[in-house]
């Protein structure tokens, strides 16, 4: 099976979180828009899916992977489907709705990370709605980024297992994607980020250990590994860090 | 197997796409936090499991859903979970798949409803956010809402089955969902819609047939449905609907 994703070619985005999970799992994947023109990649090729009248399940919105004949949509969805496939997840139910919830939880939280430069619309730019930014973004470090921090802390605390893993004995998907959350905050907050992460050891300790995997190493410094930009979900306005 | 479902007990909120599956599914629940406090309900039991230092699985917050041994949080998890089991999705892995897919993007549209009247913080009144809120509604109105709205008629219309249904052959937990919706759109931003309306006829037709459905008709006129109003999800601010 090669895995097809599809994504906006120039961000990290949603995206990475299913990027990470395949490349951690070593598989065989295309990520098709990023291909060159010639070799069916670029835009207009998420967009045969998004607009065209063929497709019997058109996503709302990239990422959306294919597998066979199947085209889903949706971050969470897409790692629940991965997850078992990769072995990215334990294989009974109970962990699997569990991984998936964690997961779902970021999904909320990185919507909530794009409204702190994008509050009131996304269709306008960052300049439109800087005064409503700053206040969003105050409120997103004051309350919002601890409560998050705090919960996946005390999950990482309460795992029956301790071993320092969100689900089970061994790494899931879940973990690369809090890699991926504390990534993009240090990019973003790193003033509010620096304070935070003294009081979330765990959080820390996970992260690290997952950017020490070897695929994900060697990911990292591959030219697959886009850089944080200014286009992006997590950006860095330092007017936004407090 | 009785469920038990946990959720804030004045509201409709998120809990009440799963009240609804559960409702039309004809099957035994509790709606714990609404019991009396003698009987175990009220807000208590609810941060029981929050804050509860004996949960392994804590959720982040409501609605979570007991069944058995197991507690699972995120309204789509909860709805992935019930669907198989109340005969709500069809049963091959593709159709639930996709089901699923759906119900994040209506989770996805919940939260930018809930952002009209909330765009800075969910830690402040409305009051203290009405400016941005009537710039963010403006948005949603003529942005946002449209664009959803055409994307589910459009799944509608491109159906295999073409039966009216999203999903399969027979009702599933997605269409109580889009009932859900438009209910709750009509309250809150009934000008939009009544034009919006027109040119979404799929839409319209399948919230009339969800209503008649004899469980949910039976559910929408008994106490336990609770009314829309001015604390939830769903709140009418003339001032938001343009």
Redesign the interface.
């Known amino acids: 099976m090669r895995y097809e994703l599809y994504y906006w070619p120039e961000i990290q985005g949603r995206g990475e979180f299913v990027r990470l999970a395949l490349e951690d799992a070593g598989v065989d994947y295309a990520d098709v828009a990023r291909l060159p023109k010639r070799a069916g990649g670029g835009i207009p090729t998420l967009m045969r899916f998004l607009e065209g ?1 063929s ?6 919105a990239p990422p959306f992977l294919k597998a066979g ?2 085209v ?3 971050t ?2 897409i790692l ?2 991965l997850g078992s496939r990769l072995g990215l997840v334990p294989k009974n139910e ?1 962990s699997r ?2 991984a ?2 964690l997961q ?2 970021i ?2 939280w990185v ?1 909530e990370v794009h ?1 702190t430069h994008h ?3 996304g ?2 730019y960052y300049e439109e ?1 800087k005064r ?1 930014a700053k ?2 973004a105050k ?1 997103f470090r004051e ?1 919002r980024l601890p409560k998050f921090l705090d ?1 996946f802390e ?2 990482l605390r ?3 297992k301790r071993n320092g893993y969100l689900v089970g004995k061994a790494v899931s998907y879940v973990d690369l994607s809090i890699f991926q959350m504390m990534e993009g905050l240090r990019y973003a907050f790193p003033r509010a980020m620096a304070r935070l992460e003294r009081t979330h050891p765990r959080l820390v300790a996970l992260r690290d250990r997952v950017s020490t995997r070897p695929r994900i190493a060697a990911y990292l410094s591959s030219e697959r590994r886009l850089p944080f930009n200014q286009q992006d979900i997590f950006r860095h306005y330092p007017e936004l860090d407090g």
Chains 1, 2 share one sequence.
Do not use: C, K, M
């Not at 497709?55 to 709302?60: A, K, L, M, N, S």
């Open positions: 009248r497709v019997d399940h058109p996503p709302f004949g199947l889903i949509g949706q969470a969805n629940f489907f109970a709705l569990w998936h919830q779902l939880t999904a909320d919507a409204d509050p009131i619309s269709g306008l709605q409503e206040r969003r409120d309350e919960y005390q999950v309460r795992s029956p």
